[in-house]
């Protein structure tokens, strides 16, 4: 193993960063308080010492002009009045030949640098006066933020710094003994000074604002990232996501593809032998789609849906009679009649279903129209709402013309139907009309299919179910107001057996990710929904069954129609459904799941009047009894051949693929792992080119867990054939169980990667120096993959040494593994971070400033000769070439730690740039360059 973690792969480390307060400072337990209030402190004395330099310059110019008046005044009052008008007019006459003056003046300097130092100093002392006195003050600058930050914890957090005491320190009083000129060369002098810390502070301040980054990081500013992506930890996630009220990680969910008017990700709507149109083509401007075929033709054969109103739907004259008649003459003949209770509707039901009288009992409908609704929405209910549904069912014959087709097995096909069509077919599954549907038993006709009648919703009166019932009525109200006027289009899509992709070859990256706690599925508009199913589509909507399906089924009632001619999914197969609309609002899961309100849906229309929304139904497999065994490859390979179906592009669609909004896909009462699940979801969108959006329902670790995965993978150029690899050799083990899932990736994918890359770096009891010289030399050469099988290196154990990660992997590799590895132990990152943010780093930080303050008001009056340029420009570059060469290579901490001290002693050469703002900035970038190194 390493000795030490690999090296965080960061956005350029600034000033802003190095200022800022640590997020980790205020995450850690009450056993660790102290080190919180360090962090606090230190972040209160960098602020304290930026207010200090400018009160340093403000108080400097203030002192200037009380000087300026005293001496005028001095002038007036004094009796030697000729000395003061000679010393005054010597000050108009420096103020009216300043450029030459400094010309003069820089030739003088120019030839007292050629003196020895000593002398020079004593010459410094003699002639500029003031001058020393300015250097003074940065010294004081620097001891009082030392004072600052070594200080006593406790009254540094209450008192904060003191800028009267400070200022009294820094203010420099006027010499006695100093003649009117040396006090007016000073005050020049002074006034420099200050121009410089007001830049200065100027600069810090517009750092802190900015936050600005070099242009080495440009691939991470196009590719948006979550404010701690590179974060440790699970608490820091959490507490910047809830400071920032950020609650996603990786890439924002605006940077996926959606749908839109521009990009009509979606097939067409034309008649064809795979795609069979129940409305008349085009559609109308205004108003519902005339069906098509005009008028009724009735097919009563397996292949179509049996419909209630065919003619060859008999039914028994009475009990006990052998005269048969049309079953849909009894039904009208009972629905017409009055219903004003619950009692009437199921005896009016019971006439056409009279073999289930001894069974069917409507306990919850009844329970939740006497007791739960008012009389106002009772009486509403039986008066205005039941009529309408009763007439929209028994319009049937003239809104749905044909029989619709069952979309059977092994079969592409789509039927694209009206909203009042499917209205007016839901209120006969309301009335439970449809025959042969509710024979039970392996050997009836559709055994195979869900049920479609509503029977046995409604003799259950537990909360779920009135709630679900809630949905329903809510939904015939709407459409018995308002007539909707959109299509409906349902797709059985079958991907073939040698359409199959081969997934262990594969080499498409892996696609954008959004990871998110907040939010749901639906609310992802635009994006491809995807519906956790039962292989019978609906699952539990008309029974018990309150979980992601069942819900989603009622908040969009159009899409329990789909139960009517879907048949059981097969292992390849998955239903799309495109346009359906939401007419509800819940909260709650599973036994606390309500109904919210009625919800209008604003979501646009394409071409065909389609909501620009697709949900694509996929069945995961169940592993109630033995959820070990879900990691083993066969089980991989059907769930991704599964998420395939439903994932894949449908034939004729155009534009770009769009994103899938999806979760922890079969991880419920099918006890699906949400880790392996999600990584085999994030494979088939790398494959089928679709972004992804996650969302966890509040599950943090798990949001950090995969943001963390995925920061690994695609710092590793990990493609989908090498995910797959990894996941199926983890399965291919006896003992694989799923507790060591994330790690064993992180293991053998690092393994992988070190292992086809050309391995040139030393043995770790090699010499630093000399260590660090043959790294720089491999550093200018292209490292390339040798073309072996990944298979062959999943055969190492646990105890093969890991090899050092290369400096762009972040810190997130270190967070996952937890177990053995004591080189990526989490505790080790933590405490490395807290150095790197530590009060000696940011004094650091801001005593290079006061030299460089210093620096520039040494050299203001200076002019350094061409040898002493160059050499102070040749000890710039070799300190920006000894940064970039550290930032390129992963070295050890002992190795950082020489390099700091290094760079230390060559920053004490000063920049002989001017004072201005941008060159400032570029300055305080070196510094932080060198301090991330």
């Known amino acids: 193993m390493t000795e030490y973690p690999p090296r965080k792969k960061l956005r350029q480390v600034s000033l802003l960063e190095m200022l800022m307060q640590s997020p980790q400072s205020k995450l850690q337990s009450k056993n660790n308080q102290s080190t919180v209030n360090a962090e606090l402190d230190s972040s209160h ?112 957090q209450s008192k904060g710094s003191t800028p009267k005491k400070f200022n009294k320190k820094a203010t420099g009083k006027r010499s006695p003994k100093r003649s009117l000129m040396k006090e ?105 789609p005339a069906p098509h075929p005009l008028s009724y033709t009735d097919v009563w054969d397996q292949y179509h849906v049996r419909m209630p109103c065919s003619p060859k739907s008999q039914y028994p004259l009475g009990k006990g009679s052998d005269s048969l008649v049309p079953r849909w003459s009894i039904i009208c003949q009972s629905l017409r009649r009055g219903i004003g209770n619950v009692e009437e509707l199921q005896r009016s039901v019971l006439d056409y279903n009279s073999r289930y009288a001894t069974k069917w009992r409507f306990k919850g409908l009844q329970h939740l129209i006497e007791q ?85 919703l409604f003799s259950h009166k537990e909360k779920r179910a009135l709630e679900k019932m809630k949905c329903v009525l809510n939904y015939f109200r709407r459409v018995t ?95 799309i459904i495109t346009g359906a609309e939401q007419f509800n609002s819940g909260n709650g899961y599973a036994s606390t799941f309500c109904w919210a309100d009625s919800y209008v849906d604003c979501t646009p229309v394409d071409t065909w009047g389609r909501r620009m929304c697709q949900v694509t139904a996929i069945d995961a497999l169940h592993f109630t009894k033995q959820p070990q065994v879900q990691y083993r490859p066969s089980f991989v390979i059907r769930e991704l051949n599964k998420a395939y179906a439903g994932f894949r592009v449908l034939d004729r669609s155009n534009g770009v693929a769009v994103g899938v909004a999806t979760g ?51 710092e590793n150029n990990v493609t989908v054939g090498e995910l797959v690899q990894v996941l199926l050799h983890h399965g291919s083990r006896e003992w694989s169980d799923g507790s060591d899932f994330f790690q064993y990736i992180y293991h053998n994918l690092r393994a992988y990667e070190s292992e086809t890359d050309d391995e040139t770096e030393e043995s770790a009891d090699q010499d630093v120096d000399k260590k660090r010289e043959e790294r720089t ?85 200076e002019t350094s000769n061409s040898k002493s340029a160059a050499k102070t420009r040749k000890l710039m570059d070799q300190d920006r070439d000894a940064g970039s060469t550290e930032n390129s290579r992963n070295c050890k901490r002992d190795v950082n730690g020489r390099e700091r001290e290094k760079n230390e002693e060559k920053k004490n050469t000063v920049s002989t740039n001017s004072g201005e703002p941008s060159r400032l900035l570029s300055f305080l970038d070196d510094i932080d360059k060198s301090l991330a190194s």
């Open 45 to 156: 004395n960098i602020q304290a010492s930026i207010e200090c330099l400018r009160l340093v310059s403000s108080d400097i110019s203030a002192a200037d002009d009380i000087e300026m008046m005293e001496t005028d005044k001095a002038c007036k009052e004094t009796p030697e009045n000729e000395d003061c008008k000679g010393e005054k007019q010597c000050f108009d006459d420096e103020q009216s030949a300043e450029n030459s003056n400094d010309q003069e003046r820089g030739k003088e300097e120019g030839k007292k640098n050629e003196d020895s130092d000593e002398s020079q100093k004593k010459k410094k002392k003699e002639v500029t006066g003031e001058k020393n006195d300015g250097l003074e003050d940065t010294k004081t600058c620097v001891e009082c933020r030392s004072s600052l930050s070594t200080g006593p914890r406790e009254k540094n």
């Open 184 to 288: 007016k060369e000073s005050r020049h002098i002074n006034g420099r000074s200050s121009e410089r810390r007001k830049i200065l502070a100027d600069a810090a301040e517009r750092r802190m604002k900015l936050g600005v980054t070099t242009l080495s990081d440009t691939a991470e500013q196009n590719a948006p990232m979550s404010p701690d992506m590179f974060d440790d930890g699970d608490n820091d996630d959490k507490k910047m996501g809830e400071e920032m009220e950020i609650t996603w990680r990786c890439f924002p969910l605006s940077s996926l593809t959606t749908l839109s008017s521009s990009n009509l990700n979606l097939p067409p709507v034309h008649p064809a032998p795979d795609h069979t149109v129940m409305v008349r083509l085009p559609l109308p401007v205004k108003g519902a």
């Open 372 to 456: 739960e609704f008012d009389e106002v929405e009772r009486d509403y209910f039986f008066s205005t709402t039941l009529p309408a549904m009763i007439r929209l069912a028994l319009n049937l014959p003239k809104l749905v013309t044909q029989a619709p087709p069952l979309l059977i097995c092994r079969a592409t096909h789509s039927i694209t139907l009206s909203q009042l069509q499917i209205a007016s077919l839901l209120a006969n599954a309301f009335f439970c009309t449809f025959p042969r549907r509710n024979a039970k038993g392996s050997d009836t006709e559709y055994s195979n299919y869900p049920d479609i009648n509503f029977n046995r």
């Open 481 to 575: 107001t308002e007539e909707p006027t959109g299509c409906v289009t349902f797709t059985r899509q079958y991907v073939k057996y040698q359409e199959l992709p081969k997934w262990e070859t594969a080499t498409q990256h892996l696609p954008k990710f959004h990871i998110d706690t907040n939010g749901l599925i639906e609310e992802a508009s635009g994006l491809l929904q995807a519906d956790f199913a039962n292989k019978f589509l609906g699952g539990g909507v008309l029974g018990l069954g309150c979980v992601q399906e069942e819900i989603r089924f009622v908040l969009s009632p159009e899409l329990i129609i789909s139960r009517l001619f879907t048949q059981a999914l097969d292992k390849t197969e998955a239903l």
């Open 664 to 714: 922890n896909w079969g991880c419920g009462a099918f006890r699906g792992d949400p880790r392996l699940k999600s990584l085999i979801q994030l494979a088939v969108c790398g494959y089928t080119g679709r972004d992804i959006a996650y969302f966890t329902f509040g599950d943090e670790k798990l949001r950090n867990d995969l943001a963390t995965m995925y920061i690994f993978l695609k």
């Open 777 to 861: 030399v491999d550093s200018s050469h292209t490292t390339t993959k040798t073309p072996k099988n990944i298979a062959d290196y999943f055969k190492k154990t646990v105890k093969t040494s890991l090899p050092s990660a290369s400096p762009s992997l972040s810190s997130s590799l270190c967070h996952a593994s937890t177990s053995q590895q004591s080189a990526y132990n989490v505790n080790a990152i933590e405490k490395s971070r807290k150095e790197s943010l530590s009060e000696d780093k940011i004094l650091q930080v801001l005593t290079e400033c006061d030299r460089l303050v210093g620096g520039q008001l040494v050299k203001s009056h």
